[in-house]
């Protein structure tokens, strides 16, 4: 049995694979960009959720930085796939013209 944090990010980890793993099946039945977009969202919010927990072992600090990087790759993260759907826009406008 975990106690303290360990349990919290096992927890949260928990939650995350199974938000993604739902997200993956609407995906893989629907096959629809929109579908794919939630999952790979779905991703990266679990990422970032259980490194977030992770930092709560650490103080002062540790912690600050730990949860800075922790923002700054789900930030990435979300950047990445705002400019993919720019694409995915783009590439369908232009195969309609």
Do not use: F, W
Request: hydrophobic share 35%; proline share 1%; net charge neutral.
């Amino acid at each position: 049995p975990l106690h303290g944090n360990a349990k919290d990010v096992c927890v949260e980890r928990a939650k995350g694979q199974e938000k993604v793993a739902l997200a993956n099946l609407e995906y893989q039945y629907t096959g629809k960009e929109k579908d794919r977009n939630d999952y790979l969202e779905a991703r990266y919010e679990a990422t970032y959720k259980v490194a977030k927990e992770m930092c709560d072992d650490k103080s002062g600090n540790a912690k600050d930085v730990c949860v800075a990087e922790a923002k700054a790759q789900h930030d990435k993260a979300k950047a990445e796939l705002k400019a993919n759907k720019a694409i995915v826009k783009a590439e369908s406008n232009g195969a309609e013209a």
